[in-house]
């Protein structure tokens, strides 16, 4: 037998009653009871329209039992693990006129956003690069050296800084790996003086780099001078170490040193905008040396008086005292008086 529910019952109930007294005489109390609602407690007040709804609703479910859903215990595992998914119906986004713009704005604005938070942009010095592109031009790839008498390896290399030749498979490699440790060395006093050099452009860099590699070390104004919004100060310093040291021993001022300070001056004031050195004057004052720098239209950029002779030095590695000397770009040799 199917259960039914109570409402549905009474309904179908209700509703066969009706069909039922329909058939007989009128009867007054019966309309009355229609009228007053009262028919099983349910039926609608005098509505044809009502009883034909209540008789399309028995057809619609005289055939459909009502079941209970069986009620399962609670306790945690009374839901399912996981969420049911329902598939969302299909709509058509319409995409605003000026979406491209605004996504490109908002774009630019993230990444600008980005580029504030992120690290100044730092150069790295390669010193395989150094060593082929300074080094080989001014150092020579043979050993020994023809300028100054004293004897060096391939590269120019004097001091090693603790590495072993035998260690390396070329000169090449070896005399990279102690630019290397020159540029540490450079980066360090750099940074103790509260500057970050590869903030400079690689080729500003270069012209410290050479002058620590070839000088041992940088002036004690070089690094106090050096400043990342104005660096002329800082490379004219540089100009100021052409001394050296012969085989006998003699302090000199060497015109083949000027000239190598101003290539890397020069490249490094190209990159720069600035005036670039045209001609070197180099002139003996009283056991000293005046030395003037002038660029193209005969304009000082940088003169000092070194306490050094001026003089050159032969293979042998005996110096040779001059009056003066001159150098300028076009030629690109010394004339010695």
Known sequence: ??????????????????????????????????????????????????????????ERTK??????????????????????????????????KNFAEQQSLDNWALALQDK?????????????????????????????DIVTGIETQSFGVVHSKGLNRKDFNTDRAFAAAVVQKHYEELDKKFTEGGHNIKEAPLSVQYAFLD???NNGNVGKDTVPFFDKNDMSKALNNTLEFVGTKTSKDRRIALPSLAS???RMYNKAAEELKNKKIYSIDMLAVNGKTK?????????????????RALANVSRSGVSIDRKSATWNRVTDKWTYQ
């Open 1 to 58: 037998m199917t259960a039914y529910n109570d409402g549905l019952s009474q309904i179908r109930e209700n509703i066969e009653w009706f069909f039922e007294s329909s058939k007989k005489d009128e009867d007054p109390s019966n309309e009355e009871r229609m009228q007053q609602g009262q028919v099983g407690g349910l039926m609608p007040r005098g509505s044809s329209e009502k009883i034909k709804f209540l008789a399309e609703e028995l």
């Open 63 to 96: 055939y459909k039992p009502i079941v209970q859903d069986k009620e399962e215990p609670k306790g945690i595992m009374s839901k399912p693990l996981v969420p049911v998914l329902r598939k969302s119906k299909d709509t058509t986004e319409e995409i605003p």
């Open 116 to 144: 504030q938070e992120e690290p100044s942009t730092t150069n790295e010095v390669q010193s395989s690069v150094f060593t082929d592109e300074i080094l080989a031009k001014n150092e020579g790839v043979e050993a020994s």
């Open 211 to 213: 002058l620590h590699y």
């Open 260 to 262: 190598r300070r101003v």
């Open 291 to 307: 030395v003037v720098y002038r660029d193209v239209d005969e304009n000082v950029i940088h003169s000092f008086l070194s306490s």
